[in-house]
């Protein structure tokens, strides 16, 4: 930590140029000798993107910022609060602690809460933030997390870890064996000093495949943000080996949408035609693959075993998109010309053998307007368009 950044000149320049492009900040003189330019624009940049992810932080003065990508990789606050929810206990150790957002809300749940992070510098920023934040009952250690386990030598109530992408690692990384740590190779050691072990993944990480690869999967709570999945989150406990369930929750402006339902608990569905109101998932059920459970639950059709929308007659609440059809149309030359030719709507594909691009192009369907469409198959495997006003 530099901690000239914290005095009282720098963060006026800071707090003054929050609304400033950095890359034209880049080019103007330093009028600050003991400190390099691009580590106070880094500041900027990085306090910038905190202003909607991480209020509390934004808001709080002499907060210490690490670089962008640790503030791009660490938890929002929607999302961390939401976590604090759905544990509980007196003390929790967090072996990749990062920037400490989790571990914030943690504190207001646990009694003790331990920051492990390999990073001594991110450490540092961690344990000064804290002080700040008023989370007096976080202790920060750095270093090797597994050999901090070892030499605690205690039991928690929870472990919570993110692992992260190895290095090695191309490309996307769907599975938990390509991450670090490797829990797949870790979990009897974390278990021996826990009974209870959270982890947090990208929304990347295959769901039948991490229960495959996890032992003693007990809970998988799915996390979207204004339906944008940001997280899973997998608890394993160590005396658990029966029925999974999964959570889905959208969170959007103030309001919750949860969804849960048992992992591949035996379940069917009813199709239909179109009716007269059409129901699209959020995305975190979507994710979640509870395509028959959320049909049931509601007690709505689907309009086709892949399409994976649904249909009723009477309009209901349901966690996700609502519209009712206005027409419902066979795809032809003849159809398209007539509604959609050189005009402009929101398109949807569903089990469609055609991406949005390229009817957009084939079509010249500009995007926007009032009218929404779902190009999609429905139960007699007849490619349809169904032409909606958006309710919900």
Request: glycine residues 4%.
């Amino acid at each position: 930590m530099k901690n000239i950044l914290l005095s009282e000149e720098v963060q006026e320049f800071i707090n003054s140029n929050l609304n400033s492009d950095i890359s034209e900040l880049a080019f103007q003189k330093n009028k600050f000798q003991d400190i390099e330019l691009p580590q106070i624009l880094n500041q900027i940049s990085s306090k910038q993107k905190c202003k909607t992810k991480l209020p509390t932080w934004f808001n709080t003065s002499q907060i210490y910022y690490p670089n962008k990508t640790s503030i791009e990789q660490t938890s929002s606050e929607k999302t961390a609060l939401y976590k604090s929810a759905i544990i509980k206990g007196d003390s929790i150790i967090d072996l990749t602690g990062g920037f400490g957002v989790d571990d914030y809300y943690f504190s207001k749940k646990y009694k003790s809460v331990i920051h492990c992070e390999i990073n001594t510098e991110l450490s540092n920023i961690a344990s000064h933030n804290f002080k700040l934040l008023g989370a007096d009952n976080i202790s920060c250690i750095s270093g090797d997390s597994s050999t901090i386990l070892k030499n605690l030598n205690r039991r928690f109530d929870c472990i919570y870890i993110d692992p992260s992408r190895r290095n090695d690692a191309k490309g996307k990384v769907f599975k938990y064996k390509d991450c670090l740590p490797d829990l797949t190779q870790l979990l009897d050691f974390y278990f021996e000093y826990t009974n209870i072990l959270i982890v947090k993944s990208s929304p990347l990480i295959d769901i039948s495949a991490g229960i495959s690869e996890l032992k003693n999967v007990k809970s998988i709570h799915i996390i979207a943000l204004e339906n944008e999945v940001k997280e899973l989150i997998w608890i394993l406990d160590k005396a658990h080996s029966s029925q999974i369930e999964i959570t889905t929750c959208n969170i959007s402006k103030g309001a919750e949408d949860r969804f849960s339902f048992e992992y591949k608990k035996t379940r069917s569905s009813e199709y239909s035609l179109p009716k007269k109101y059409i129901y699209e998932p959020n995305a975190a059920i979507m994710k979640s693959g509870g395509f028959d459970e959320i049909a049931r639950a509601y007690k709505i059709y689907k309009l086709h075993q892949h399409s994976h929308l649904y249909t009723s007659d009477e309009q209901i609440e349901f966690p996700g998109r609502i519209f009712e059809i206005e027409n419902n149309i066979e795809y032809n030359k003849k159809n398209i010309k007539l509604y959609l030719e050189n005009t402009k709507a929101n398109i949807t594909t569903r089990n469609f053998p055609e991406n949005v691009d390229t009817i957009r192009r084939k079509w010249n369907v500009k995007d926007g307007g009032a009218t929404f469409c779902f190009f999609t198959t429905d139960l007699n495997s007849n490619k349809i368009v169904l032409l909606c006003k958006k309710l919900k």
